[in-house]
């Protein structure tokens, strides 16, 4: 195949042109779940409830500067239209076509990067403080396995309390999915697939892909720190930053950028694999540097706060689990999801330029799903049949 240049070395780049090492920006910071039972994607609430909650500041899942609202508004707009219940089934069966192929993907690189070390095959579990909680999440766990297959277990108090010895405080129980894979330190499992890529022949380069144009030839060029580098095709994978990067091509990409924050901690149990806390909407995971805890969405401004409220209210959840014990950080990570108003990530040729193709917007799930979706960008690239429908995620919905 012809020269390709790939800008963004995250999961769904993991490969030529950063601007620093692969996997140090939103791959670094997630949960580290391969959440092979997220077969929905994150809606927007559309009950009254919910939005109320949101709207007056109780709610942990999601959290708003009121100043900073407009800036988030027509991306919103469109993610509420899109959430609307018929819409939601058609897109969720698109999300669950590649969501299915996710850890199938990952395996072959796993092995071939000789990670295996960091990853688990155990699934994680979510937490449900309150008996009522647990049992509409069993009934969603049973329709979610009656349509899509999706295992799990529902686990009573003291079966999650004698899975999870440093619990102090199990809730009305669990949900344990079982499929899913989990991994205890992101950013190295991106680094290394970087390696990988590396090792079979792959170059890696430093430059910023601001400075992406079209020689005389017509060819792609990107200046890297060792300078100009030419191919025919280029892929934009650049994670949160990739409609803003667009935007000087002509393309309006709206992205709902939801940030996240983690910090770790030095707990003295730690915890055998990942918890969901359902009603205070965080998770707890263990990691190589401690405890990791990871933060709902935050739509704000440009800047990251530097001590979230999110984070505050988990923090003060979490230590009722169990003791979370000093943080690691003095400031927490923060990164953003890059979300797209339809729920579904961009994949496939850009419409008005030949050679250029376009790989962002993985949203909640790109540390699971960015192998899966770059095989099939790689096979429409090359003009081979898609091994998933590649339609839904076409680039020109949005054109
Ligand atoms: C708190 C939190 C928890 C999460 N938990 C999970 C989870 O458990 N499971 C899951 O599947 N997903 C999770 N996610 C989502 C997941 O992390 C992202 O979807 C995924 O990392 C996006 O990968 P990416 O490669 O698209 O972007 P990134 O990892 O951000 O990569 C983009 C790359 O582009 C580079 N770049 C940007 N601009 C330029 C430029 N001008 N020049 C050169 N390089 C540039 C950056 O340096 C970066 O390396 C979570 C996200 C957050 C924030």
Redesign the pocket.
Known sequence: MANVIV???????VSL????E??????????????SEAVEPYAMPRDIATLLSIAIGTSNAVHYRPLTLPQHLNSLLSYWWNSAPARYRRISKAYASIIAQATAEHAPLIAEAQVEHLVRREGFRVLHRAQASMDKAVANAERLKAEYGVAFKALSPEEFAKAEPALVNPGAGAIHWLAPWTVRDPGTL?AAYGQLFQRLGGTLAH????SLQRTASGAWQVTAADGPIDAEHVVV?????SSQ?LARFGYFFPMVRK????RHYRAQGMLELPIMDDANSY?IAPMAKGLRI??GAELTGDEPNAMPIQLRRAEEAASTLLPLGAPVENRPWA????CMPDMLPVIGAAPKHTGLWLH?G?????????PATARMLAELMTGETPYVPAEPFRPSRYA
């Open positions: 800008l963004g070395a995250g999961m769904a780049g042109i950063d601007r620093t692969p996997g140090l920006e939103t791959s670094y910071g997630n949960a580290g779940i391969i959440q991106t430059g910023d892909a601001d994978a650049l994670g949160p930053w990067f940030r996240g924050y983690h998770v990871t933060t990164g953003v999801r890059p962002f993985h949203g909640h799930q790109g540390f699971t799903l960015g």
